[in-house]
């Protein structure tokens, strides 16, 4: 929202964290219609995602604990999440040293800083019409 997005669904299973992240957003004036919390499993969420999106354009931002392997659910899944409307971009923050980390391979475009790794995945270019 800070960075211009008309409308954020934040999805948590933690009550805590979605009060904290609904305070956040009161305390900063963002109007409620550009706005809904989800009490979710965030994995479950992504199988409703193709009806919680909406029209337009839309980008997923994932940020799990890195001790979870929501990450690496989300990166097995890229390919499918690319092919839904509207789709724009995914970036998923993942630790970079973790145990069972899966290899940095398929449509993933990874960068390392540090003890993070954020795999970008964005719709292919090619044959693309002009946006």
Do not use: M
Not at 2 to 21: K, M, Q
Not at 95 to 109: M, Q
């Amino acid at each position: 929202l800070s960075r211009g997005a008309r409308r954020v669904i934040f999805v948590d299973t933690a009550p805590a964290a979605l009060d904290l992240v609904r305070r956040n957003l009161e305390h900063c004036g963002a109007p409620p219609a550009s706005w809904s919390l989800v009490r979710r499993d965030a994995a479950r969420f992504l199988d409703d995602l193709p009806r919680s999106c909406g029209p337009g354009a839309w980008i997923l931002l994932c940020d799990p604990p890195y001790a979870s392997p929501l990450g690496d659910v989300l990166l097995e899944r890229g390919r499918e999440l690319g092919e839904l409307p509207g789709f724009t971009a995914a970036v998923v923050e993942t630790g970079a040293g973790r145990r069972g980390e899966i290899e940095e391979t398929g449509p993933w475009d990874y960068r390392r800083y540090g003890r993070t790794r954020l795999a970008v995945l964005r719709p292919p270019t090619e044959g693309a019409a002009d946006e």
